[in-house]
């Protein structure tokens, strides 16, 4: 049976990989510190199990050394010229695009199908394990089609994750943090601190509370799910579900979308904001985020507006 463990394999080696081609570009002057950043990442993967609590603390804080001391970069050059890509994407285009559908098609089936045939996968993590199998198999049709140099791929990849660089793993990074902050019950704290604020029943201002908490606790944290657990236990659950008798699944879903209106204006969110001004080399890059706030600021006046409207 293919488990989850199949998958961080794959991501390991992948970044091991990194390291060492990393390592042996001699024209990037931090090679040293994006082998050694790639390599304990790679070691997390690998071997986290085996590490415990304490050796997995030091690796998380070495990653943070590396990264705050500046110690990642990128060669210069080495980029394929503007003509050379209309080229190619000319003379393969559709094929291209082929490729890239593989990976969610082979995602999208494969979590039917491993639910549905027990045995050969995970069933709990079908979608995980069914995305890693459709990278890989979308990497053996492009190489059989294309037969570029073995390690074309691997080089190219390095390069994109050099470009993007420690913001790469700032999602996974945050959305520990907001367990943590779940176990160490920072809900109740902040529900302590923000009921002094709310007037003694007034059901619109813990509405107003909520939403914009979760837009700012996103803001900070980056992500809406790790936002979700705190302020559920400060204000979703104790005053809006259990207090005011509001609908949990209204109150819910709209309150994850007003924290996703947090995630359009901050760079915590790097998968959403800091990576594609990175992938697009635009010169400014808080560009995304200054382009979202316009929408951003009135669908979460909205979003709370509907939590008062629907959710009582």
């Known amino acids: 049976m293919i488990t989850l463990g199949f998958v961080y394999v794959l991501t390991g080696l992948t970044f091991a990989l990194f390291a060492v081609l990393g390592l042996a570009d001699r024209g990037n002057p931090k090679r040293f510190g994006n082998a050694a950043f790639w390599g304990l990442l790679a070691l997390s993967m690998l071997a986290g199990d085996y590490l415990g609590d304490f ?30 890509q209309a080229e190619r994407a000319a003379k393969h285009g559709p094929f291209l695009l082929l490729v890239a559908l593989i990976i969610p098609a082979v995602a999208l089936a494969g979590t039917f199908l491993f639910k549905w045939i027990p045995g050969l996968a995970d069933p709990k993590q079908a979608t ?10 979308a990497l053996g049709v492009g190489m059989a089609r294309l037969k570029p140099p073995p390690l074309l791929p691997l080089q190219q990849g390095r390069r994109l994750l050099d470009a993007v660089g420690w913001a790469a793993i700032l999602p996974q990074m945050l959305a520990s943090l907001g367990a943590v902050f779940a176990l160490a019950d920072v809900g109740e704290v902040v529900g302590d ?52 008798g509001g609908d949990p699944a209204v109150v819910a879903a709209i309150g994850m979308l007003a924290g996703f209106c947090g995630t359009l204006m901050t760079p915590m969110a ?14 400014n890059p808080y560009g995304v985020i200054k382009a979202q706030v316009g929408t951003a600021l009135p669908l979460l006046a909205v979003n709370i507006l509907f939590i008062w409207l629907f959710a009582f």
Do not use: H, W
């Open 193 to 244: 601190l923000i009921g002094t604020a709310i007037p003694q029943g007034s059901l619109f201002g813990a509405v107003l509370a909520f939403g914009l908490g979760m837009a700012l606790f996103t803001i900070v944290m980056g992500n809406a799910f790790a936002a979700f657990p705190v302020m559920l236990a400060a204000i979703g659950m104790p005053l809006l579900i259990k207090q005011y």
């Open 55 to 84: 050796g997995n603390g030091c690796l998380v804080l070495a990653l943070v050394a590396i990264a705050g001391t500046g110690q990642i970069g990128r060669a210069p050059g080495g980029d394929v010229a503007p003509d050379v």
């Open 270 to 283: 790097a998968n959403f904001n800091l990576v594609p001004a990175a992938l697009l080399e635009l010169k």
């Open 128 to 137: 995980l394990i069914s995305l890693a199998l459709g990278v890989l198999i």
